[in-house]
C-alpha cells in the first residue's frame, strides 16, 4: 500500500468532507463538519486518514468510538481512483489494533441499506452478519 495512515488533524476537514461526497457517504440530515467537529472531542485518537506518501491529499478515512462494551467503525471511505490498493483494509486494521489496545472485545459497524458494494470487502475482513436491526433517534438537529 502507497499510503500513511494517520490520525486526522482539523486542516483535513474539508478533504474529509470532499472525500464523504466522492463516496456519497454525506446525507442532507446530517452535516459533515459537525460530525468531524464533534469526533474530534471524542476520542480523536481513533479518527484515522490515508494520505500518499507521494503527494498531498486525503485518499482514506475512518472513524471510530468505543463504548467500554463494544467498538463502533463509521464513514470508512477510499477515494475511487485509489481503491483496490489496501487502503480500506489498513484503515480498518490501524482502527482494530487501536480499539483492542483499549480492551475493546468486539467490533461492529453498519452499512446503509443499497450500499452493497463494500460486503465483499467486510467479508474479507471477517466480519459477519448479525441478526439486529438498529433502531435510532436523533437527539441534535444539523438542519
Given at each position: 500500500?502507497?499510503?500513511?495512515?494517520?490520525?486526522?488533524?482539523?486542516?483535513?476537514?474539508?478533504?474529509?468532507?470532499?472525500?464523504?461526497?466522492?463516496?456519497?457517504?454525506?446525507?442532507?440530515?446530517?452535516?459533515?463538519?459537525?460530525?468531524i467537529?464533534?469526533?474530534?472531542?471524542?476520542q480523536p485518537?481513533?479518527?484515522l486518514?490515508a494520505?500518499?506518501?507521494?503527494?498531498?491529499?486525503?485518499?482514506?478515512?475512518?472513524?471510530?468510538?468505543?463504548?467500554?462494551?463494544?467498538?463502533?467503525?463509521?464513514?470508512?471511505?477510499t477515494?475511487?481512483?485509489?481503491?483496490?490498493?489496501?487502503?480500506?483494509?489498513?484503515?480498518?486494521?490501524?482502527?482494530?489494533?487501536?480499539?483492542?489496545?483499549?480492551?475493546?472485545?468486539?467490533?461492529?459497524?453498519?452499512?446503509?441499506?443499497?450500499?452493497?458494494?463494500?460486503?465483499?470487502?467486510?467479508?474479507?475482513?471477517?466480519?459477519?452478519?448479525?441478526?439486529?436491526?438498529?433502531?435510532?433517534?436523533?437527539?441534535?438537529?444539523?438542519?
Amino acid at each position: 500500500m502507497d499510503a500513511r495512515i494517520r490520525t486526522f488533524a482539523e486542516p483535513d476537514t474539508e478533504a474529509v468532507v470532499a472525500l464523504w461526497e466522492t463516496c456519497e457517504l454525506t446525507r442532507p440530515w446530517n452535516d459533515p463538519r459537525a460530525d468531524i467537529a464533534r469526533k474530534a472531542t471524542v476520542q480523536p485518537e481513533l479518527f484515522l486518514v490515508a494520505e500518499p506518501h507521494a503527494s498531498g491529499g486525503i485518499i482514506g478515512s475512518v472513524m471510530a468510538g468505543y463504548d467500554g462494551h463494544r467498538g463502533w467503525l463509521y464513514s470508512l471511505a477510499t477515494d475511487p481512483a485509489h481503491r483496490g490498493r489496501g487502503i480500506a483494509r489498513a484503515l480498518v486494521a490501524e482502527a482494530e489494533r487501536r480499539l483492542e489496545a483499549m480492551g475493546c472485545p468486539k467490533v461492529q459497524l453498519m452499512v446503509r441499506v443499497g450500499n452493497d458494494r463494500v460486503h465483499g470487502l467486510y467479508d474479507a475482513l471477517g466480519y459477519g452478519t448479525d441478526d439486529v436491526l438498529v433502531r435510532s433517534r436523533r437527539l441534535i438537529s444539523d438542519s
